[in-house]
Nanobody
Framework: QVQLVESGGGLVQAGGSLRLSCAAS????????GAWYRQAPGKQRELVAG???????DYAYSVKGRFTIARDNAKNTVYLQMNSLKPEDTAVYYC?????????????WGQGTQVTVSS
């Protein structure tokens, strides 16, 4: 079994920062790739940032220069550092991680964490 636990969401004023964490535990060989998505009320879930197995990253245009995705392979954790937050960043943030288990690999979703940015 694999468990994926997100943390780090909360309420912050515009211009502030938050760091989200997505920690995987259980029967894991390694994290292959990771990504963060977000979903605001009444909107579709959108890709915010992604990181590949060799550390390459990509970002949605709306967060480029403000958000940074990173990974700690030793801790099986993917992070999203969010700076200069804006009210339009308010959403539930979900991590999606591709995990290599002993005999197979598959995607897992975190439970979601609420980020609220006040103006």
């Amino acid at each position: 079994q694999v468990q994926l636990v997100e943390s780090g969401g909360g309420l912050v004023q515009a211009g502030g920062s938050l760091r989200l964490s997505c920690a995987a535990s259980g029967s894991i060989v390694s994290i292959i790739a990771g990504a963060w998505y977000r979903q605001a009320p009444g909107k579709q879930r959108e890709l915010v940032a992604g990181i590949t197995s060799d550390g390459n990253t990509d970002y949605a245009y709306s967060v480029k220069g403000r958000f940074t995705i990173a990974r700690d392979n030793a801790k099986n954790t993917v992070y999203l550092q969010m700076n200069s937050l804006k009210p339009e960043d308010t959403a539930v943030y979900y991590c999606n991680v591709q995990i290599q288990r002993p005999f197979l690999s598959r995607d897992y979703w975190g439970q979601g964490t609420q980020v609220t940015v006040s103006s």
